[in-house]
């Protein structure tokens, strides 16, 4: 079994591969906080986050690899899982055909539809060093 899921509960593991988003918080040169919401896989022990380089939250995690993620389940917004973790590696090798697989995933799309010329894509791999997790209250379960 992967390090990843033995640290979720099975409660939650299905967040790992729903269409949920990713709310990534990386900080700031000023130590301000910095969140996006972003696609996401998974694959045996890491979160893979894609992004383009120069943006705001590539320069944050190359800065500063100390990162919180949120997950909700889509379908019932109390049922939740938070992540604190460190980006291991950032790579672009790969990159852009993980971008299309995300675009697979989040859209049913096999191509990425908004690859811009000259953009240089980046994968970011997210080592989840506690995970937390929120279940629902009764009357939303």
């Known amino acids: 079994?992967?390090?990843?899921?033995?640290?979720?509960?099975?409660?939650?593991k299905h967040?790992?591969?729903?269409r949920a988003l990713l709310y990534l918080a990386t900080t700031m040169k000023d130590g301000s906080p910095q969140v996006s919401p972003l696609w996401f896989s998974v694959d045996d022990n890491f979160i893979l986050?894609?992004?383009?380089?120069?943006?705001?939250?590539?320069?944050?995690?190359?800065?500063?690899?100390?990162?919180s993620v949120a997950i909700v389940d889509p379908e019932n917004a109390f049922l939740w899982m938070g992540i604190q973790g460190s980006v291991l590696d950032i790579t672009e090798v790969g990159a852009d055909d993980h971008v299309d697989l995300l675009a697979k995933?989040?859209?049913?799309?096999?191509?990425?539809?908004?690859?811009?010329?000259g953009q240089i894509r980046v994968i970011y791999k997210i080592r989840a060093d506690k995970v937390y997790t929120m279940d629902p209250p009764p009357a939303f379960s």
């Open 1 to 12: 079994m992967s390090v990843l899921l033995e640290k979720v509960p099975d409660s939650h």
């Open 105 to 117: 995933k989040y859209l049913d799309m096999d191509s990425y539809p908004n690859k811009q010329e």
């Open 15 to 18: 967040l790992l591969q729903t």
């Open 49 to 67: 986050v894609n992004s383009a380089k120069g943006r705001i939250k590539d320069k944050n995690m190359r800065r500063n690899k100390k990162v």
